[in-house]
């Protein structure tokens, strides 16, 4: 699947990473509440705070991986001491803020990447229903787009500043790898998407078969 988007003026290519023929559909198995650390924002949390009436510190702590302090990604959901998130129902395996979750577990197994000029949506293949095979169809509760939208919109500032940062990596990467390296660099890129019209033999073609994908 692949299409474009426009977002604050410009327009921005998307792919997903699985093929057409992928299959998803959510079980409700609630293997995700015990396997993955929800981060989640700031407004997030507040909301959680105010229909809970928890305090901050019962039920976040700090995300194990924040990229920078600049991130609004900073805390995490903590699990209890069994193991799962702290607002997974164990009998009933719903979770207790379902109406106000955070947005990376709405989409979850789905998440982004932003490879500048693309944006990728990637998929966590240790959901169960994807790592057993059970899942008969693709379905999800929101459209790809809709995915993608509500996601670069809630993280702007660090989506234009991810995509600005990789524009300016890639124009002047190859710059100063040697040819071995700037081999290894466009022959990923350009295997990774699939693309036919390259001689790999060619490393003058390789590299500019790169760039001309790149400034697309
Ligand atoms: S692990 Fe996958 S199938 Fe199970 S509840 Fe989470 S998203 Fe649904
Ligand atoms: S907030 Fe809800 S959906 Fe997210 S991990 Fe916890 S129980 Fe699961």
Redesign the pocket.
Known sequence: MNGKIDFKGRTFKWRTSFPDSFKFECLKC?Y??GIHY?TLREDEALKIRRITGLKLQDFIEPAFMPVSINDPYQYQ?KKDESGV?V??DKKTRL?R?HRD??LI?RTWPFQIMFQYPEIVVDVFYSCYAIASGKARRFRTDFSIEDLIKEMIECNADLFLQAMSLQKTFQEKYLVSLDDEAAKLVCWDFIVERGIEDFNPFNFKALISSYQKKVSE
Do not use: D, N
């Open positions: 609630a995700c509440c929800p959901i998130c607002f997974l979770c803020i979750k955070p577990c």
